[in-house]
């Protein structure tokens, strides 16, 4: 160990210290960070030597060091870390001096080196509180601008270490008093706070030592005087930072103060606290605390009695009351707010006030409460609510007070008063204080604020005071949780509250409070089932309860709105179970059988909701309710007493209001039940004086009530309506002023009208069928009708259709029922309802379109009862109702919910005028016929919506009269049979019996089947699904309906009727699919239905249709076009031989005259397909011959690339490049034109008249003829194409490869046009052999012209031929071995490239694969670098089973290019050198692998991050061969390269650290030393964070220096040459490295060698690396060096004062 004295003696640890020391200025935050943190290890060890070179930076002060804060941080770490033995009082003396010079030279107050200074002073306190002490009070005598610091110093060390500092305390305070008179305002402050800290310390001290007090006579006396000083002038003063710290300050002195003196302060303290009170939330509090503290101190004494009578705490009480209600809600903070922490204390200050005068208390908090001062009264409900059950037994006496108090304040209209009310009054109830008629006030005046919502917010909050943040909605949850807290958990409260909740169900202004109430009662009677009897009993005992007829009324209404918050409907319904007994007999068994049923209809909500009618549906089922409960009731008394409470009741609700409108109805389905006219006279009166008709939900309720009462009381019902009709209008008088003032009398005149079209309509709709004839007939017949026609508001005209709607289906159940009548004036009827719904230009309403679209909606619903009612609908009806309603199929789709049921109407319509009009079948077949023209043209309209419509319309008019055909009609359009139906009666239409039943039913010729199907056929192709899906069922109902009908004589059904049969029957399966929605291809669909058409078409149909297809061609529905001519296709292949020649040429002018409307060119060459299926079953010569004659004409004559819609005669050159003959000797001849054409070249004698070539084309116009037709033979070609380009697939492809790599040469001289042409052409030729994955690769980055991007797009290409098709690649191969021997650079390059790939394909052939191996070899030596890398890439790609035998060969190619001059060549060699070893022998590798190790290491240190990579990848891979013989040697070159893996371990590239952790990986076995293996799969070396690489440092280098201790000179040597690597990051790794050795080393020799150099080097690189990596390593490695073990001696150096002085005297020089 005396070497390792000397060790520690010889390193400049002083020089290091004083470094990290000067470290702590530096720019970077990371190298101060790293040299604190080795500053603070090094404290640990050697505190002194830390302190002295701390000490030696401080002297000059922050104008000479820039981080005093950081020092002052070690130097107080120091200090702490200080050990006993160690401490000299004259040096901690010095420490302190340093600290207190800095503090006191400056004026600044709380900066981070002040704070920093004044912690070093409390760490030495913590050793000798005395001495730094003393240093302070030298500060603290005479005028000084650090006095503000030094107290509070002395606050800090109180509160870090309160028993050392409260011993001391009368030094303090003997020193601090005598200048407590001259500090400054600005800092009296510090002073107060230091004041409230010593004190807290005393009380802290009292806790600890309560047996031994720190306060004697003397301290009092001082604190005595503090106290008075800070009372009588300091809390006095105009600043309210010096205020608020006094008073916080004086808040901790009055416990430790005599009572003499407290009792004489308090006159001047307490005022001066509750001045505090006027200021902010935060202020609040402090005053707060102060406050309860001296509440504690003046009443709770053990030494006296109280200080303060209640007289005098009036004034404190009356200002804390104020402050509950500041921000009394307030969460901005945190969750336990300033705000609740000011509540709090403000509570106890009154629990501490009531613990001693319990009853003076009371009564000021009661009479607080009787002043109405807002705040005052919400304070003081706040106490009453808080100490209530903490003093029910000292207020047990006082009950009645309060509750007259709480009586007093309950009209108070403020929301936070009412909350703090509401509350009070649910902790009453718990306490027992609710008796008596005063109980059910408090009770009602929950109930009352139950029923708020946000509509009374405004009248609610008029108050100008606000109280917290309370709004309506939570003080309305307040109190329902209280009213049902006092339910269910108070017993007492039952008797109450029974019967008495039953008075708030039925006043209005409860109305929504009525769920809360309702729930109430039953848990009421859940808790008391058993008492059920005595508890109805106590209901009817009470007179002031209302009866069972208003509470049943009430109710029943309110069950309207079943969404309603807390499930209002739910409750009601359950209430009524509870109350059966009340009512009469027998109404208890049917509400429980009844009411579940209601109950789970409105149980979800949400499900509900998605019910658009729900609430529809709901009202009905209300009024069945109640017609089923009345007629079970059969008490006619009980019956007329609720129609009088119903009557009552009208005054519960506005007309707005639905309930009203239920109302309206429960009264109407009551006076149905009763026998008394003279009754249901007058309750009509009331019901209609009641309605306010301008709302339309009120008008329609009404007009329901009516219907409903004249089920039994038709004639009543229909006296009242003609009263009222003539009433409206009748003076000449009203109407001359309605004439001068029809915008004011307009509306109420048309609601009226409305009000009573509705009730005649349902007067009619629930009248007996059999009485209602002569009704009808008065209504319609005479111009009692006419009267209500004149309306003008959408909602008036809306009413009316209704009515007359009504009307007609009053007509329609009288037939149901057996009483048949026409309607009379039906026509009429018809004319007002189109009227009604059209749009009234003069009209003064501005209707909006919505409110138009529905009254078209209820006319066109309308228009469909009259058509289905006697008599039958004329010519001239018929054309006038459709010609004013077809167009709204054209309407906008939006709004969908409005939109769509008018449309489905109009479908109702036009069906119903089909089934009711016609006399036999001919003319039901041309009623059909005229009105599917009509729609033809949305059939066929561009919008997808009107084709869904139109197609849809067909589709049930075809079903509809299908069913005509077969069984008649119904009026009400029930399919199938039915008791409406009407079947034909022939002998209803003359001698029909007599006559062939053509003439009853409709022939086929008349349905024009021909003409039928092009327009329907092609919509199943349609992009629109719904469409598709109704054209294959028109379809299908068409040749449904041809085939029962009678056909015409001679005709023929394309074969057999089996046949025809059995395609029906394929259609219908397709329809079903379709139907179901099956996963099924569209085309595959379409082929079908196709197939079955043409099998059911005759010839006439059949040529019908296709003459006919030029408009569907044309379609402006690409899809429908293009099936369109796939229809004429299949038609003209199957059934070609049935035409004649006649039928052939206009098939073919109808073809030919859409090819020129077409101007879509894919649809074009559809249509010329369909041509050439036509010619090809006649005669095809002519129109080849024609289409190859044009092409000429317009090469040589147009600019073809310019042409409208594109060169319609390059199509038919496609045609006729299909031609079997033709097509494989065409291609043959490009091919022979482009391996014979040389690109740098051009042809001049066809470049004048080119229309293919622009004036920046290449001069090679033969190429790009070529290239050209190759495009268009590849797109053109279709399968007789594709198959010849199949046969010449090796030569064409291997063709475009190399003219690739020429025309990217030509692209690189900016010439891009080959290249453009020639990717077409690829293109091309990738869709014609279906090569869609290569396709895919030529459109990405094939126009890049960086070499390695097209050189790897032909690689790519390559990879993916070899893969589709493994057979040509024997052929390719071939030619591509040829072509490397061509002159050009860039052809040799993409036959190298494809050539590189296509390699790794060659299993199968052995013997192209020497030849392409020999090759490949030979062109490693090529001039172009690309094509050495690219061969070099080959060799190793050669299939897995032939590659053994090429290793040696391929390796020897790897070991030469290694050292090739061209970088990118030599990274080539290097990853493929990583992938053959992957599968090389031994045999092959170890002669070379030593040379292959030197090479790779050279390699290593390449500044080509990609090259370092796979370097030390490979490095790692060589691994594998290291056995046997060559282990020893291949473990040297490891030796050699580990500190080199290790430093780039944590390299700036993560490549590089990736590799490296792999090789080491791959080293650890060879290396034989335990446990390193386990470190080289940790976590800390697969870690990207610098501090784990650290960690994995140290390990490694503790395991290397315990197992390979022989080898540390070497590494070392290693490390310390990487000191100066061209990476920042290596430097620092290095640095860490050797350090990490140095410190883990017991080798003297390897220490006496490197340690002091690495020390020196890391002083060099502190003081001159501009690189913070490095400058923050070094600080780190400082620290594992000076606490290593190997220097033990250092740790007793100190710095020596000759050097110190000698470096100021050096700093002081350099400053002059």
């Known amino acids: 160990m005396a070497s390792s004295s000397s060790l520690g003696s010889s390193i400049p640890a ?519 009897n005595n508890m109805l009993g106590d209901c009817k005992a009470r007179g002031d309860i209302p009866n069972p007829e208003e509470l049943f009324a009430r109710l029943v209404v309110l069950l309207h709105n079943p969404l309603v918050r807390e499930q209002l409907a739910t409750q009601i319904l359950i209430v009524l179970c509870y109350l059966a007994p009340l009512f009469p007999r027998n109404i208890n068994l049917f509400w429980q059988d009844e009411i579940p049923k209601m109950k789970a209809y409105v149980s979800d909500p949400e499900d509900l909701k998605l019910n658009p009618s729900y609430q529809e549906t709901w009202d009905d089922m209300i009024i069945n309710f109640l017609a089923e409960s009345l007629d079970v009731i059969q008490d006619t008394d009980w019956v007329i007493s609720l129609g009088n409470a119903f009557t009552k009741q009208y005054t519960l609700y506005t007309p707005d209001d639905e309930h009203s409108a239920l109302l309206h109805r429960c009264l109407g389905m009551l006076l149905q039940k009763v026998n008394d006219r003279a009754y249901v006279r007058g309750k009509i009166d009331w019901m209609y004086e009641q309605a306010n008709i301008a709302i339309p939900t009120n008008m329609l309720g009404l007009a329901k009530a009516m219907g409903l009462v004249a089920a039994s009381h038709l004639d009543t019902v229909l006296d009242k309506l003609k009263d009222i009709l003539d009433n409206v209008g009748q003076s000449i008088f009203q109407r001359i002023l309605a004439f001068f003032s029809e915008s004011n009398r307009t509306e109420e005149s048309d609601d009226v009208h409305a009000a009573l079209a509705l009730m005649y309509g349902y007067a009619a709709r629930y009248a007996p069928s059999m009485v209602i004839e002569a009704r009808i007939d008065a209504l319609v017949g005479t111009n009692m009708l006419s009267r209500l026609l004149h309306v003008r508001h959408p909602t008036a005209k809306q009413a009316v259709i209704t009515a007359i709607d009504l009307l007609g289906r009053a007509v329609i159940n009288a037939a149901e029922n057996g009483a048949p009548f026409p309607l009379k004036r039906r026509d009429q009827l018809l004319d007002y309802i189109l009227t009604l719904m059209g749009r009234d230009e003069t009209d003064d309403f501005a209707d909006s379109s919505l409110e138009l679209l529905r009254t078209q909606a209820l006319a066109l619903n309308a228009c469909t009862t009259l058509v289905s009612v006697e008599p039958k609908l004329t010519i001239e009806t018929r054309n006038h109702v459709m010609k004013a309603t077809l167009g709204f199929f054209a309407l906008p789709n939006e709004p969908i919910d409005v939109i769509n049921p008018l449309i489905d109407n109009l479908i109702t319509l036009l069906c119903a005028i089909l089934l009711t009009s016609g006399e036999d079948g001919r003319s039901r077949a041309e009623q059909l016929l005229h009105i599917l023209r009509q729609i033809d043209q949305y059939v066929s309209s561009s919008v997808d919506y009107q084709r869904r419509r139109g197609c849809l319309a067909v589709y049930e008019m075809l079903v509809k009269f299908r069913m005509l055909c077969v069984s008649g009609y119904c ?267 040389r690109v740098t070249k051009s042809d001049p004698g066809k470049g004048e008249n080119s229309s293919l070539l622009s004036e920046t084309q290449l001069e090679d116009e033969i190429l790009q003829a070529a290239i050209f037709a190759l495009t268009a033979f590849f797109r053109g070609g279709g399968k007789v194409g594709k198959k010849a380009v199949e046969q010449s697939y090796s030569s064409v492809l291997a063709a475009l490869i190399l003219q690739f790599g020429s025309c990217h040469g030509l692209a690189s001289s900016g010439q891009h046009e080959p290249l453009r042409a020639l990717l077409t052409a690829f293109q091309a030729f990738c869709e014609c052999v279906g090569d869609l994955e290569m396709g895919k690769i030529l459109a990405k980055d094939s126009e890049q012209n960086e070499k390695e991007k097209w050189i790897s797009l032909i690689g790519d290409l390559a990879g993916c031929i070899s893969i589709k098709r493994p057979k040509e690649v024997q052929n390719i191969c071939k030619i591509f071995t040829k072509s490397l021997n061509r002159q050009e ?55 897995s089973v032939h590659i053994y035998q090429y290793t040696t060969q391929v390796l020897g190619v790897i070991l030469a290019l290694l050292d090739d001059l061209d970088e990118s060549v030599q990274l080539t060699a290097v990853s493929c050198l990583l992938m053959i070893l992957e599968s090389s022998p031994n045999d092959a590798v170890e002669p070379i692998l030593l040379n292959l190790s030197v090479r790779l290491r050279n390699l290593q240190i390449s500044m080509n991050v990609n090259m370092r990579a796979d370097a030390f990848a490979a490095f790692g891979a060589l691994s594998n061969y290291g056995v046997g013989a060559h282990k020893d040697v291949f473990l040297e070159q490891i030796h050699a390269t580990l500190p080199r893996l290790i430093l780039h371990l944590h390299d700036d590239d993560l490549a590089v650290r990736h590799a490296c952790r792999n090789t080491l990986k791959r080293f650890a076995p060879l290396m034989e030393i335990s446990g390193l293996l386990a470190l080289f799969n940790s976590h800390s070396i697969n870690s990207d964070h610098r501090s784990d690489y650290l960690d994995f440092v140290r390990d490694f280098t503790r395991q290397f220096v315990q197992h390979l201790s022989s080898r540390v000179d070497t590494y070392m040597v290693s490390t310390i040459q990487a000191f100066d690597a061209p990476w920042p990051i290596i430097q620092a790794n290095a640095i860490y490295v050797s350090s990490s050795i140095l410190s883990f080393s017991d080798d003297q020799h390897i220490l006496a060698l490197h340690y002091s150099q690495v020390f020196g080097i890391l002083v060099g690189k502190m003081s001159r690396s501009a690189d913070a990596v490095v400058r923050a390593t070094s600080s780190s490695a400082f620290g594992l060096l000076l606490k290593s073990t190997n220097s033990i001696s250092w740790r007793a150096a100190r710095l020596e004062r000759a050097d110190s002085a000698r470096k100021g005297h050096d700093s002081e020089s350099a400053k002059k």
């Open 14 to 532: 002083p020089e290091a210290v004083q470094v990290l020391v000067s470290s702590l200025a530096d720019e970077s935050p990371m190298v101060r960070e790293a040299a604190m943190a080795s500053l603070k290890d090094i404290s640990t060890l050697n505190s002194l030597l830390v302190l002295d070179c701390c000490s030696a930076v401080s002297r000059g002060g922050r104008r000479r060091f820039g981080n005093m804060a950081g020092v002052f941080q070690v130097m107080a770490f120091g200090v702490r870390a200080l050990y006993k033995k160690d401490i000299d009082a004259s040096y901690i003396g010095k420490l302190a001096k340093i600290a207190t010079t800095e503090i006191i030279s400056s004026k600044e107050l709380n900066a981070d080196w002040q704070r920093a200074a004044a912690s070093l002073l409390v760490s030495i306190g913590s050793h000798l509180p005395d001495l730094m002490m003393e240093e302070i009070f030298l500060h603290l005598s005479g005028p000084s601008s650090a006095l503000p610091a030094m107290v509070q110093i002395l606050a800090d060390f109180a509160s870090a270490d309160a028993l050392q500092f409260t011993p001391r305390l009368k030094g303090v305070l003997s020193r601090v008093l005598p200048i407590l008179g001259n500090v400054r305002d600005a800092h009296k402050p510090v002073f107060a706070n230091a004041f409230k800290c010593w004190c807290q310390a005393v009380w802290q001290y009292n806790i600890d030592f309560p047996s031994d007090s720190p306060i004697d006579g003397d301290v009092m006396s001082f604190l005595n005087s503090a106290f008075e000083l800070l009372l009588r002038v300091w809390a006095a003063s105009r600043d309210l930072k010096v205020r608020i710290s006094s008073v916080e300050a004086l808040g901790q002195m009055v416990g430790l103060i005599t009572r003499t003196q407290l009792k004489a302060a308090l006159p001047r303290l307490v005022p001066t606290i509750l001045e505090l009170y006027k200021k902010d939330q935060d202020i609040a509090l402090i005053a707060t605390y102060s406050l309860y503290n001296l509440l504690n101190a003046s009443l709770l004494s053990e030494t006296g009695p109280p200080l303060l009578d209640f007289e005098e705490l009036t004034v404190i009480l009356s200002t804390l009351l104020p402050v509950i209600c500041m921000n009394n809600d307030s969460k901005e903070h945190s969750n336990f707010s300033v705000g609740l922490k000011t509540y709090n204390e403000v509570q106890r200050c009154f629990l501490t006030v009531g613990s001693i005068y319990p009853e003076d208390l009371f009564s000021f908090l009661l009479n607080t409460c009787r002043l109405k001062e807002e705040p005052l009264t919400f304070g003081a409900l706040c106490v009453l609510k808080h100490l209530l059950p903490r003093s029910s037994e000292a207020w047990h006496n006082k009950r009645p007070l309060l509750v007259d108090a709480v009586k007093f304040l309950l009209d108070e209209q403020n929301l936070g008063i009412r909350k703090a009310l509401s509350e009070l009054i649910v902790v009453m109830a718990s306490h027992c204080y609710l008796v008596g008629p005063s109980a059910e006030l408090f009770v009602e005046y929950l109930v009352r604020h139950c029923a708020l919502s946000k509509h009374d917010k405004i009248d609610l909050e008029s108050s100008q005071v606000k109280i917290g943040s309370i709004c309506p909605t939570e003080l309305r949850a307040i109190c329902e949780k209280g009213l049902l807290l006092l339910t269910i958990t108070i017993p007492e409260m039952e008797h109450i509250l029974w019967p008495f909740l039953l008075k708030m169900i039925i006043p209005r202004a409860y109305t929504s409070a009525v769920a809360t109430v309702c729930r109430c009662i039953a848990e009421l009677f859940r808790h008391r089932s058993s008492h059920n």
């Open 1385 to 1439: 650079n860039f052809q040799r390059e993409a036959a190298a490239a494809a050539l590189s790939e296509f390699v790794r394909y060659s299993n199968g052939f052995s013997s192209i694969l020497e030849e392409m191996v020999e090759v490949l070899c030979r062109h490693v030596s090529d001039e172009s670098p690309t094509v050495r890398c690219l061969c070099l890439r080959g060799l190793v790609k050669i299939p």
């Open 971 to 1237: 009026a009400l359009g029930c399919r199938g049979s039915c008791t409406h139906s009407k079947q034909i009666d022939r002998t209803l239409h003359g001698n029909f019996s007599n006559l062939p039943s053509a003439f009853v039913l409709p022939s086929r010729e008349a349905l024009s089947l021909g003409d039928r199907v092009i327009m329907y056929l092609p919509r199943c192709a349609d992009t629109d699904s719904e469409v598709r899906k109704f054209s294959a069922q028109i379809l299908d109902q068409l040749f449904s309906i041809s085939l029962s009908l009678p056909k015409p004589l001679g005709s023929s059904v394309g074969g057999d009727i089996e046949l025809c049969y059995s395609a029906l029957s394929s259609l219908e399966d397709v329809i079903a699919i379709l139907r179901s929605d099956a996963s099924i291809d569209p085309s595959e669909v379409f082929n079908r239905i196709i197939a079955s058409v043409c099998i059911l078409l005759t010839k006439d149909e059949l040529v019908g249709t296709l003459r006919g297809c030029m408009p569907a061609i044309c379609d402006r529905i690409k899809q429908s076009a293009e099936g369109a001519i796939l229809t004429v296709i299949e038609f003209v292949t199957k059934r070609g031989t049935e035409l004649s020649e006649t039928d052939v040429s206009r098939t073919a002018q109808s073809l030919l005259s859409a090819t020129g409307h077409v101007t879509e060119k894919q649809l074009r060459l559809e249509v010329l397909g369909a041509l050439s299926s036509l010619s090809e079953n006649t005669n095809a010569k002519i129109v080849f011959n024609e289409v190859l004659a044009a092409a000429g004409r317009d090469i040589v004559t147009k600019d073809i690339s310019r042409l409208r819609g594109g060169w319609p005669m390059q199509d038919a050159f496609h045609a006729f490049s299909q031609h079997i003959v033709l097509s494989v000797l065409f291609l043959e001849h490009l091919i022979s034109v482009l391996d014979q054409t």
